[in-house]
């Protein structure tokens, strides 16, 4: 263990060592095509595309915990409701839901949902789909949208992954030092298809606290650098170049400041839990590592033979802990508006419980939070029964009328790709184009009305 944590060190303190070109996209605040001497050649026209690309923040557990047993949706209204198959927790705020808005949405939930703050739950929605597979070595395999996400080139025959694509189309437009995601948690992603290192909050904290005084000597080098870059920026650019270069100073004459006092800032860092995990995640947003960031929050586990499903309730609970701190840290270093934060695991769990009291792998539903700017609070989609000799015995996701979002027995998107569906609505809603949305995942349809318009 030893081993593997020195060596993920070693692999970050590489690309972020002093004098190195991420660590000085770091502290300037340029691009590193800039520094790599391919200045504007090294730009895609997709880095001018848009002003708003958003910082996506994803939890996932390799585990599929029952995110989708407690979540708004899959309470009843009254008893005569099919929902009043599924099993909910035997105890307080769990059996019997409790009623609390998602902006001005009303919803039934678990107790701890409603614990969040107003101003997050008005950004906030629960989207509901499948991903078709039930092992937990699928987890790959969904991060892949099941073969949907094609990579750069247009490929479907790639192991590019949702976050990579993500990153590949919005690092360059966001400025980010990293053009690849950056985990600090959970469990392994992989981009191009090789695995992404996970960089845990107390390594990191370590590399940045040695790194202060090397951080300080690149400060005082940085004004003469741009200044330099942007008289030939200014004469020679174009007008969307002047705009991006502009943009690119701007942000990062604030994120210098947030440099220099990098490691009083991660001081507060005491562990690699999820709380510190999304301490990190801003800090490192602050400072524009990467367009992506993956942790891991808990909501009971593989939870076969959690007979009274206690592990879920305490799980699910403490989950409200590590979002609402992911929410005031964004709030306190005024990032709320610059993310879209949401998990996605290999498959939910059964709704009714097995034998054992607990519950099994579900491909069929699949639950999922997400919040942010353009996330229109709400359901999205739903649940219909799967009957056997007459009898309820599962639930599946529903399919989805993409106009509203609601759930519709004849959706334009079928269950087959509310997978997909719910990806190309994640990438809007970061800013990427409904163009290379198309261009980059194949089938399904973007959720308008899943989105704020």
């Not at 995110?67 to 309470?75: E, F, L």
């Not at 920026?233 to 701007?250: C, L, W, Y």
């Not at 027995?409 to 809603?429: H, W, Y």
């Amino acid at each position: 263990m030893k081993h593997t944590i020195a060596r993920r060190t070693f692999l970050l303190k590489s690309a972020l060592s002093f004098g190195s070109l991420p660590m000085q996209s770091l502290v300037t605040g340029l691009p590193v095509s800039f520094l790599a001497g391919t200045g504007l050649a090294g730009l895609s026209n997709r880095a001018f595309a848009a002003d708003d690309y958003k910082y996506l923040i994803v939890s996932h557990m390799r585990t599929g915990d029952p995110i989708n047993a407690n979540m708004p949706g899959t309470y009843p209204a009254n008893n005569s409701d099919v929902l009043s198959n599924i099993d909910h927790p035997d105890a307080p705020g769990f059996k019997v839901p409790t009623d609390f808005k998602l902006g001005t949405v009303d919803v039934k939930a678990a107790a701890p949902w409603a614990t969040l703050p107003n101003d997050l739950r008005a950004r906030m929605g629960f989207w509901n789909h499948g991903t078709y597979v039930n092992a937990h070595t699928d987890f790959q395999a969904v991060r892949r949208f099941n073969g949907a996400v094609k990579d750069e080139k247009f490929s479907l025959n790639s192991k590019e992954e949702f976050d990579g694509f993500i990153s590949q189309e919005t690092a360059t437009g966001l400025g980010c030092v990293l053009k690849e995601p950056l985990s600090v948690g959970g469990n392994r992603i992989n981009y191009d298809g090789q695995a992404v290192p996970i960089f845990e909050p107390d390594a990191i904290k370590g590399l940045f606290a040695s790194n202060a005084g090397n951080i300080e000597r690149m400060i005082k080098a940085r004004d003469h650098f741009v200044d330099r870059n942007y008289r030939s920026i200014k004469n020679n650019g174009t007008p969307a170049q002047k705009k991006f270069f502009d943009r690119m100073v701007q942000s990062r004459q604030i994120a210098a400041t947030v440099s220099e006092e990098l490691s009083s800032r991660v001081s507060g860092i005491n562990g690699d839990d999820p709380a510190n995990q999304a301490k990190m995640i801003v800090a490192l947003i602050q400072v524009n590592v990467a367009p992506v960031y993956t942790f891991g929050i808990p909501f009971g586990g593989d939870n076969h033979q959690d007979n009274d499903l206690s592990d879920e309730v305490q799980e699910t609970t403490k989950a409200m802990e590590y979002i609402d701190t992911l929410w005031k840290e964004l709030k306190a270093a005024g990032k709320q508006n610059d993310v879209v934060v949401t998990s996605l695991n290999p498959f939910g769990r059964t709704l009714l419980r097995n034998s054992r009291g607990g519950r099994d792998h579900n491909g069929l539903h699949h639950g999922m939070f997400v919040f942010g700017q353009a996330i229109k609070p709400g359901i999205v989609g739903g649940l219909e029964p799967v009957r056997t000799g007459g009898k309820v015995t599962e639930f599946k996701a529903s399919a989805i009328q993409s106009n509203t979002g609601k759930a519709s027995s004849n959706g334009d998107i079928p269950f087959e790709e509310t997978l997909v569906s719910v990806g190309k609505t994640l990438a809007k809603a970061v800013g990427i184009s409904e163009e290379r949305i198309e261009k980059r995942l194949d089938g399904g349809k973007i959720i308008k009305g899943a989105l704020k318009s």
